[in-house]
């Protein structure tokens, strides 16, 4: 989702910006909310952030990874991903912090205060990090499978994660 966000933003801006409509506007703004989100997420995992117990670490591998994992095999991914967090953060608080402040609920900082996000950069930045994670920790088999899908029905949707992520780069889905 982190992925398919940046990858649409830039049209669905073009197309806000063009057109003016609310429908626009919304696609817009979900869009930036959706990838801010998933954004916050992967720096969490990344960072270990874990303020609940279920909440997934990189730290944690025993339970996303299939095989055992050392600290070495990730502890660079880990310096990466704590190095964009304060990048695109603010003065006194991270970009998870930031993150947190303008969309987690309702706050005064949404409010009043404009906040800009150079998606862009971020995705520049962060992509590197998953490709790495993606290529050293999901097994072979998965590498080129094709994701599994939720079925869709009528009366209920999903938000459960899938468990086969594609490898392809995002310069490779963009151009499909």
């Known amino acids: 989702m982190f ?6 933003l830039a049209h669905k801006k073009a197309r806000f910006q063009e057109t003016a409509t609310k ?3 919304a696609e817009y703004y979900l869009d930036l909310e959706g990838f801010l989100l998933h954004l916050r997420n992967l720096v969490a995992f990344l960072t270990n952030r874990r303020p609940e117990s279920t909440d997934l670490g990189i730290n944690r591998p025993k339970d996303w990874a299939e095989r055992s994992v050392e600290q070495r095999e990730y502890s660079d991914l880990l310096k990466s991903a704590k190095a964009i967090d304060r990048k695109y953060g603010a003065e006194d608080s991270t970009c998870y912090d930031q993150i947190s402040k303008f969309l987690q609920h309702c706050t005064t900082h ?3 205060q404009d906040r800009d996000w150079d998606v862009e950069q971020i995705f520049a930045d962060l992509d590197p990090v998953l490709q790495a994670f993606e290529k050293r920790f999901m097994p072979k088999s998965a590498q080129s499978a094709a ?6 029905r009528t009366a209920n949707n999903s938000t459960a994660s899938m468990r086969v992520l594609p490898t392809t780069t995002f310069t490779d889905r963009f151009q499909r």
């Not at 992925?3 to 649409?8: D, E, G, I, V, Y």
């Open 3 to 8: 992925r398919h966000c940046a990858r649409t």
């Open 23 to 25: 429908e626009d506007a």
């Open 110 to 112: 949404r409010h009043e």
């Open 147 to 152: 994701p599994a899908l939720p079925i869709l």
